[in-house]
């Protein structure tokens, strides 16, 4: 039999198995590839307008989820955006802002974006090198006052990304103080170019990315013990269960369908 003939004989089955590869790579690209992106969450608590000067003291994030964030958008031909999930903020002010200082730490591998392929590739060593680098560090060697009556001020300090230490500053607003607790609340926001930190430059996730924060601090003392990974692993894996219960079986549904559908593909194709 000719290689010519051979083609003349299985065109149909051929076009069957190209037509469901087809279908399986756009199915990928939509549901995979492009689907997904995480959205801000952030609770921000009610406070009254105060100087920063006047807070003494060491104070600290929560790890409320809630009442903290780093979220980030990355433009390019598809946006993407993101949020690190674990990360402690810790100012410490025990003489006047001029001594002050601002600590961040970031868990590099708490990066979520709300799909795991893209949040897999970003953690990798492309990217974030979280195995390599697990943390990215901020320490301020100064705090200035920019804007007073806004509460708008600017921090200078040593960034420690990809293992590299780099000169970095930012601006961020004093919220203010509760008026019925110990909190202090700040945010802000600021750009940087991916590359100018190290980065590959990659045209897929674009050029530069924008990042808005906001942080709750308390004071040290009154900071909840962080929680556990396992416990949170733990919840998931119920959370999990419950999601098959409620449902009735339809994952198991779905599989079946994606069954019958093979099945029916295979039989055509003997059918030829």
């Not at 000067?53 to 780093?70: D, H, L, P, R, Y």
């Not at 591998?109 to 974030?128: A, M, P, V, W």
């Not at 320490?139 to 300090?157: A, F, N, P, R």
């Not at 779905?254 to 029916?264: H, P, T």
Request: net charge negative; hydrophobic share 35%.
């Amino acid at each position: 039999m000719t290689e010519k003939s051979w083609f003349k004989r299985n065109w149909k089955m051929l076009l069957i198995v190209g037509g469901v590869l087809a279908v399986g790579a756009v199915l990928y690209v939509v549901f995979v590839v492009l689907a997904g992106n995480a959205e801000s969450e952030v609770d921000k608590s009610a406070v009254e307008k105060g100087d920063l000067e006047s807070v003494k003291g060491t104070w600290v994030s929560t790890g409320n989820s809630k009442k903290q964030e780093i979220f980030f958008i990355a433009e390019g031909p598809k946006t993407a955006k993101g949020k690190f999930q674990k990360f402690d903020v810790e100012f410490v002010n025990n003489g006047d802002l001029s001594s002050a200082q601002i600590k961040v730490s970031v868990k590099a591998s708490s990066i979520f974006t709300d799909n795991s392929t893209r949040d897999g590739h970003l953690k990798g060593e492309d990217f974030f090198n979280s195995e390599k680098h697990p943390e990215i560090t901020f320490v301020s060697e100064s705090i200035e006052v920019v804007d007073k009556e806004k509460g708008l001020y600017k921090t200078k300090g040593i960034l420690t990304f990809l293992g590299k230490e780099k000169d970095f500053d930012f601006q961020f607003t004093y919220r203010g103080k509760a008026k019925d607790k110990e909190l202090i609340s700040f945010e802000g926001k600021f750009g940087f170019k991916q590359f100018a930190l190290g980065m590959p430059s990659d045209d897929s996730i674009g050029k530069t990315t924008d990042v808005t924060f906001y942080v709750d601090l308390v004071p040290s003392g009154d900071a909840p013990a962080p929680e556990e990974d396992d416990e949170e692993e733990d919840d998931w894996e119920d959370e999990e269960d419950d999601w098959e219960d409620e449902e009735g079986g339809t994952e198991m549904e779905l599989n079946q369908e994606y069954d019958d559908i093979l099945n029916q593909v295979e039989e055509e194709a003997e059918n030829l």
